[in-house]
Each structure stands twice: as C-alpha cells, then as structure tokens.
C-alpha cells in the first residue's frame, strides 16, 4: 500500500504539465508568427465570399426543410443504438437470457418507433 501512495504524488504529473504548456505555447507562438510575418494583400478577390467555385444565386437566408432535420435526428437516433449493442456484444455470455431480454425488449422498441416514423411518412420527401 505504500508503494502506491508513492506513485500518485503530484510531482509526477509535473512532465505532462511542461509538456501542456509547452503545447499551448508552441501554437500560440506559431499563430503570431503567421499573423505577423504572413503577407497582408487584400484585394478585391480575396475578400468576397468563396463558394465552392460556383456563383452565388438568391439568399443565403432562406430556410431549409424540415425534413432534412428530421431525418438527421432519426440518423443519429438510430446510429446511437448501434452503439448501445457493443456492450452486449462484448459481455453477451456473462449476462445470460436475462441480458438477451433485454436487448430483444430494447430492439422491439427502437422497431416499434420505426413504424411509427414510415407510418407517419417522416421519411417521404416527396412533399
């Protein structure tokens, strides 16, 4: 028990201090040399907006579609139950039938939603 109370003082964190700070210091150093020495030409050219090589047309302002929000949250909904089956993947021996019920309750409920979300016809763009 000793010899690991030794092992935690935090003299030994010191090393991964200086190296933080030496970090922060290194891009702050880099980020003024940039600003200071880089060329400073502003023309008419550099400063209009760049597009992807194509013309702007209309206003940048108007709004979206909802759907496309909507089938980005139903991504993500669905992408973090993938998640949620690494565990069970991993321990799917040591938690049994009772850990197999529960995953079959949880992928039931996540299908059940699914339903809902094509009954309702949240998916169908064509609107």
């Known amino acids: 028990m000793i010899l ?5 003082t935090p003299v030994n ?39 992807c090589g194509i013309e702007q047309e209309g206003n940048a ?11 980005a949250i139903l991504f993500v909904l669905f992408d973090v139950e993938v998640i949620f089956f690494y565990p069970y993947a991993i321990n799917f021996r040591e938690l049994g039938w009772n850990g197999f019920i529960a995953v079959v309750m949880f992928v039931a409920f996540f299908i059940l939603g699914f339903t809902y979300i094509i009954k309702k016809g949240a998916l169908n763009w064509e609107d």
């Open 13 to 51: 964190y010191f090393p991964i201090l200086i190296q933080l700070v030496l970090a922060i210091g290194f891009v702050v150093v880099m980020m003024g040399a940039t600003h200071l020495l880089g060329p400073k030409r502003k023309t008419t050219d550099k400063l209009e907006n760049f597009e």
């Open 61 to 71: 302002r108007q709004p979206l579609a909802v759907k496309y929000f909507l089938v």
């Open 4 to 8: 690991l109370e030794a092992f935690s």
